[in-house]
Structures are given as C-alpha cells and as structure tokens.
C-alpha cells in the first residue's frame, strides 16, 4: 500500500507536534516531504531535529512565496497547516483548490469573514478538512461527553466554566504573535478556541448568540506603571532591566529556543521574547462571556491570564443532577520544553452529584502526553487506522467553525457593547 503523502506550511513550536509524529510512529504508512515557512533558518533546525533524532531525510524546503510550487512538486495526499493564525485560511483554501485534504491546527481561522471563505472552500472543492482539537482526546472531557450522552445528569441547563492561565503560560501569549490581535483574534479566538469546542462537544450542541466584557487588565505598559513599576524593556534578550524579573523569557541556553526563534531572527525581525509589558500589545487577558446555545442551555465562561494556578474547572447542572470536572494542568510554555507536557494533566476530578442522592466520583483512565494525554489519541485518530469513536471526537471544518464562532462573536461584543448572534456570521 503506497504512503500516504504529506508536506507542512509553518515550523513554528507547535508544528514539532506532527513532523515529529510522522517521522517516528507513522513513518511505515507516511512520508513527509516538505516544508514551507518564510525563515529558512527555522525550517533548516526542523530538519535538523528529524535527522538527528529518528534519521529522518528528504524533506525539500520552500519559502512562503513557493506554497502553490511545493504542492505542485510535492503532489501531497494532505497539507498540514500550523502557520500564523491570520494566515491559516490562504493556506487551507489554496491547498483545497489544488486537491488536497487539510489537517490545521486550531484555531481553524480568526474571524467569521475567513471563516466564511474556508467554508465556502470546503463546498466548491469536495476537500475534506480536519482540526486538530486534541482536548476532545483527554480521558476525562471524553468522560464528560459519555456522561452527558448517557443522560447522567438529565438535560443540561447551564453550564459555567472557568479557564485558568498561570503567571507562565498565560504570560507567554503576550510575548509573542498573539499579542497583536490582528494576528490571533486575541485569547477568546486563539486559546478559547478549545474551550469552546469542548462545550459544543459535550453537549452535543451549536452556539446561538453571545455576549461580552473583556480588557487588558495586567499585562501591557500602562497597566504596570499604576502598579508601581518603573523599569522596563523591549525584550529580554541583552538588557539589563531584564535581570531578575520573573516575567522576563530568556531564550539562551535552550536547543529549540535558539533553533526555531533566537537564531532565526537575522531573517524576519520575529521577537520571541518581548516583554509582557510593553506597548502594542491589542488583546485581552481577562475575559467573560455568556453564551445561549441552540439546545436552550446557557453558559458563563471566564479566562484569565495572570492567574496563580493553571487549569480549569467547569460544572453542568441538568434536569436530573450535577457534574463537575476539575483540571490541575502542568506549567509550560511553547517550544520551551518537551511537548509530552503541553497542557498535562497533573490531576483530574470528576464528580456527579444526583438530584436527590449522593455524590460520586467517577473514575477515568490515566493517559501520558499533552493536553490531558490527549494528543497521542488525536494523532491516532489522524495518522493511524483508528476504531470507531462512539462519541465521535474528529472535529471537521464545520467543528472548526463553531468553536471560533464564539470567540468571533465575543470579540464583536466587546468592541460594540451588543450581543451578537452566529446566524449573523455566517452561512453553512
């Protein structure tokens, strides 16, 4: 049986997570060929990196002008998309005209004019693409979806749910791209992305309409000068003002960080390790929103991204009962480590409470691996012959849609003060 054929379009951190997936385990039923990215630099440490580690060769590599040319030499069964968020859609629509399937990483795109392109794409062409929403995979939100599926706690009527980024993690978003939320579409796009999927999985359900608040309440110049603070910088890398602040991010001594950015820098200008509170910085960290959903259910949901502890925590009250999911997650920051611990569970608790008995936890198998240990099951599910998923957990483009959606619309009601409806987005 002949390979099934793939080429990737940005090598930023997270991309690691599948070159590096189809050069080790599915190597006997993949081949990946090519690269495209704007640095040559960064792309030439990601073959590097497969070479050195699992000997893996043959990959050609192309500037981000030379996109259309890599599919037209490479002629790849799929195009993995891990780019900058604002250019996800030119990829996913171009790669589809030119008869490939898609695999991006979320979020799918930014904003519900992209969003409605790729849509139109998936309708013109007959291409199929996937988002790689590997929460869905974490042992205890598939739980969690069973659970509900299985009428456990009757009709769920509202659903609240608090997302938390810690000092480390959520810092690391206001160093970077995402800080300009032309880029991201801030945190309610980008991060959120997840969280939302995660609520229209488990209850089987569509947003309706949403509202907003949200503002930079901590990070950012200003917000630091009313709290005292009167040395600042640029960026971490050569400054002195650096030394000794625990926000600061030094890319220096770490084989990856100095690979993929410190060293990549003479090509494009990219900074990975602006201060957190610098100017220029467009999108929000802290967040609330309400959201009325199509089965009649409503949910408050909050991120914030200064917090102490990192993890989340969400309860579902239905007709017939409680349920309630606590998640300590550990602290990491992209391509700064291993991406065995990007969003890992160190612990996890289910409990059901019935209406009129006791409460009870609900056990769930233990998984290693990112986010929740779902990133291992997400790859089989992609790459592998997995079997049939009862709580069908593959998220496709319209999953894609619905999960940005939301944080489309509480970006608009933010900026307008009004809530916003999905239908007004657009058309499936």
């Not at 990192?310 to 309630?324: D, I, K, P, Q």
């Not at 569970?345 to 998984?367: C, D, N, R, W």
Request: net charge negative; charged share 25%.
């Amino acid at each position: 049986m002949a390979k099934k054929r793939y080429v990737q379009v940005g090598v930023g951190g997270r991309a690691r997570f599948f070159y590096e997936a189809l050069a080790e385990k599915y190597a006997d039923t993949s081949v990946l060929t090519g690269f495209c990215d704007l640095n040559r630099t960064r792309m030439e440490y990601a073959v590097k990196n497969l070479k050195e580690k699992f000997g893996y060769e043959g990959i050609t590599l192309y500037g981000a002008e030379e996109f259309e040319k890599m599919i037209e030499e490479q002629k790849p069964d799929y195009v993995i998309v891990t780019s900058i968020d604002r250019t996800h859609h030119k990829y996913i629509i171009k790669a589809m005209e030119m008869g490939c399937d898609v695999i991006s990483e979320k979020p799918m795109t930014m904003n519900d004019e992209k969003c409605q392109a790729i849509l139109d794409a998936v309708k013109r062409t007959g291409r199929n693409l996937r988002v790689s929403f590997n929460y869905r995979y974490a042992p205890y939100n598939s739980k969690v979806r069973e659970l509900i599926m299985n009428n456990v706690i009757g009709d769920v009527k509202q659903v609240h749910f608090e997302w938390m980024l810690n000092t480390v993690h959520g810092a690391d978003y206001f160093r970077r791209w995402h800080r300009d939320k032309r880029n991201s579409g801030g945190l309610l796009v980008h991060k959120a992305t997840h969280h939302f999927d995660l609520v229209n999985f488990w209850l089987g359900t569509k947003p309706k309409e949403v509202f907003s608040f949200g503002d930079l309440m901590f990070y950012g110049r200003e917000n630091a000068e009313n709290r005292g603070i009167t040395k600042f910088y640029y960026r971490t890398h050569g400054s002195e003002n650096a030394k000794g602040d625990p926000f600061a991010f030094d890319m220096e001594g770490s084989q990856s960080l100095e690979g993929l950015y410190l060293n990549a820098e003479k090509e494009d200008g990219y900074l990975r390790d602006q201060s957190v509170f610098g100017d220029g910085i467009s999108i929000e960290d802290v967040m609330n929103v309400l959201v009325k959903y199509e089965s009649g259910a409503i949910m408050s949901y909050s991120l914030n991204a200064f917090s102490p502890v990192e993890g989340f925590r969400v309860a579902f009250t239905g007709t017939t009962g409680r349920l309630e999911l606590t998640v300590s997650e550990r602290v990491y920051v992209n391509a700064g480590g291993s991406k065995d611990i990007e969003g890992a569970a160190k612990k996890s608790l289910i409990t059901v409470t019935p209406m009129f008995g006791e409460p009870y936890v609900v056990e769930t198998e233990k998984a290693e691996g990112g986010h929740g240990g779902g990133d291992p099951i997400l790859l089989e599910d992609i790459f592998g012959n997995p079997p049939a998923d009862p709580l069908k957990r593959a998220a496709s483009h319209e999953d894609g849609a619905l999960s940005i959606l939301t944080g489309v619309a509480a970006n608009k009601a933010i900026a307008t003060g009004l809530p916003v409806k999905i239908k007004d987005l657009v058309t499936f």
